[in-house]
């Protein structure tokens, strides 16, 4: 089959290059024909093996981490995926701002069965963890999406079952819409000596160490996470890592100081780069992922890929986990 995925957002930071390229390679080793269109992807360091798959760019598509970024970049790599898609079998889009590729499909009206990737079960007001005028958006982008869904969109495609029971009832999707949760698989690299995996990082503590890794963004508890540090009396460091994507750096230092646990937390306030990630996990002794009840995403690769390395996680009792 010959498939063409589209990724608008391949040079974001997080764990969007990563996945469309992992993605992409294992279906080429699968057998299908693979090109990914997408803004810029660097595949080195993702890979162990060649590369199997072809990249087709947007030119000047170079991502902007803000709102006009993300919808320009949305429209202009599906709007090129669509005017070559006639060459293919089928087309899956990913992290794609909904509204804005609902008006590229309209326009450019695809040829191919379109699927699309939903990572968050968040279309209603009450699931949106956003501002009051960005709930009212995410309402009207379900509405306007829903016309696509058996028209242009055959398909959805989610990674956890919780996602596929909420998406099928925010979306109303009708009896027999296909929508399939096919789980993300961890990446794990070898696990590194725990000594020398703190070494790596910089971390001189031969303790115990609870490692929160990720984007910091509000939905994921940071605050929770801190005050119940400073009640634990125990002798261990929590070391948080991960860049303060809904936070500046001094507002994620004011909170440390504000539960009063300076003593206790090692802030790491960076992007971590794909070729770091296996020595925080080896540092570590458990993996802590504190989510609050506004976080409607999967498991995410963390909760797997803490389970590769061996590492015990804490999680709250929300969405996939």
Known sequence: MKILIVQPTGDKMGHYGVYTTRLAQ???IAGH??????????????????????IVPTPNCAFEHNLRGYFRNSYKVLTHALAIASDFDLMYVLDTEFL???????RHRPKIPVVMYISAANFSFETY??????????????????????????GIHVLGDYQRAELGEQLNLPEGFPITAIHDAPTAQPRIPQA???????VDYPGPLLLFFGMLRRDKGIGDLLAAVSMATT????????HPMDYTPAEIRQLILRYSVGEKVLPHLIYVPEDQVAAYFSAADALVL???????G???????????????????DVAEM
Do not use: M
């Open 26 to 28: 294992a279906l080429a």
């Open 33 to 54: 024909d693979v090109t990914v269109c997408t803004n810029r992807l660097e595949t080195n360091g993702f890979l162990s093996e060649p590369r199997r798959f072809y």
């Open 100 to 106: 804005t590729a609902t008006i590229a499909l309209k």
């Open 129 to 154: 963890a956003g501002s009051l005028p960005f709930k009212v958006y995410k309402v009207v982008q379900r509405e306007i999406f829903k016309r696509t869904l058996g028209r242009e969109i055959f």
């Open 196 to 202: 020398e995996a703190r070494k790596i990082i910089g």
């Open 235 to 242: 002798d261990y460091k929590l070391l948080l890592a991960g």
């Open 290 to 296: 504190p989510y609050n009840s506004s976080y409607t």
């Open 298 to 316: 999967g498991s995410g690769p963390l909760l797997k890929q803490a389970g590769s390395y061996g590492l015990p996680v804490i999680v709250t």
